[in-house]
Antibody, heavy 116, light 110 residues
Framework: QVQLVQSGAEVKKPGASVKVSCKASGYTFTSYGISWVRQAPGQGLEWMGWISAYNGNTNYAQKLQGRVTMTTDTSTSTAYMELRSLRSDDTAVYYC?????????WGQGTTVTVSS | QSVLTQPPSVSAAPGQKVTISCSGSSSNIGNNYVSWYQQLPGTAPKLLIYDNNKRPSGIPDRFSGSKSGTSATLGITGLQTGDEADYYCGTWDSSLSARVFGGGTKLTVL
């Protein structure tokens, strides 16, 4: 079945970096894009950006420009999202989602906690 | 402050119908497709509607979507207690060159 499996929870100190992985299975990885969406505790959904698994083209949310990098490894059907210079307000659940007509398959989420 | 405006909460009795609105502008809803997502407590969002009114396979026809001008609406008929969740609309914003979401609507089935 089609699924996205994300890496486990992370606890980071302010100023550090985090890299979350998202392994796809059950479909042709390069036929879809991957979006990253985060959700702070008790808050709504925030789009972080998108990467084409076909050619690696990216589109990042303006507020994260310069701090976020999205990549893919087509040999392992895995997408990655790295966020640098972490702040306390980056504490959130981070989701990857397969994207074409809507975000139709979601990962289980990765909790990233930023705390000193 | 979200680019798309949704009511914070709606409620209805089991078996009834409810609608959730999503208001935007010409740079987003007015000229782009709208999607709707359901998020049950403690779980990842789930796609309910894409391209304004299309349902992915496996989504019951109790869920419907529509769009008119710069607003979109999600309809749910035959409400069940299992429909209690947060619902989000989303679309592309051409001015921001970004995907945007509404603030979410909490559905309570009384």
């Amino acid at each position: 079945q089609v699924q996205l499996v994300q890496s486990g929870a992370e606890v980071k100190k302010p100023g550090a970096s985090v890299k979350v992985s998202c392994k796809a299975s059950g479909y042709t990885f390069t036929s879809y894009g991957i979006s990253w969406v985060r959700q702070a505790p008790g808050q709504g959904l925030e789009w972080m950006g998108w990467i084409s698994a076909y050619n690696g083209n990216t589109n990042y949310a303006q507020k994260l420009q310069g701090r976020v990098t999205m990549t893919t490894d087509t040999s392992t059907s895995t997408a990655y999202m790295e966020l640098r210079s972490l702040r306390s307000d980056d504490t959130a659940v981070y989701y990857c989602a397969r994207s074409r007509e809507g975000m139709d398959v979601w990962g289980q989420g990765t909790t990233v906690t930023v705390s000193s | 402050q979200s680019v798309l405006t949704q009511p914070p909460s709606v409620s209805a009795a089991p078996g009834q119908k409810v609608t959730i609105s999503c208001s935007g502008s010409s740079s987003n809803i007015g000229n782009n497709y709208v999607s709707w997502y359901q998020q049950l407590p403690g779980t990842a969002p789930k796609l309910l509607i894409y391209d304004n009114n299309k349902r992915p396979s496996g989504i019951p026809d109790r869920f419907s979507g529509s769009k008119s001008g710069t607003s979109a609406t999600l309809g749910i008929t035959g409400l069940q207690t299992g429909d209690e969740a947060d619902y989000y609309c989303g679309t592309w914003d051409s001015s921001l060159s970004a995907r945007v979401f509404g603030g979410g609507t909490k559905l309570t089935v009384l």
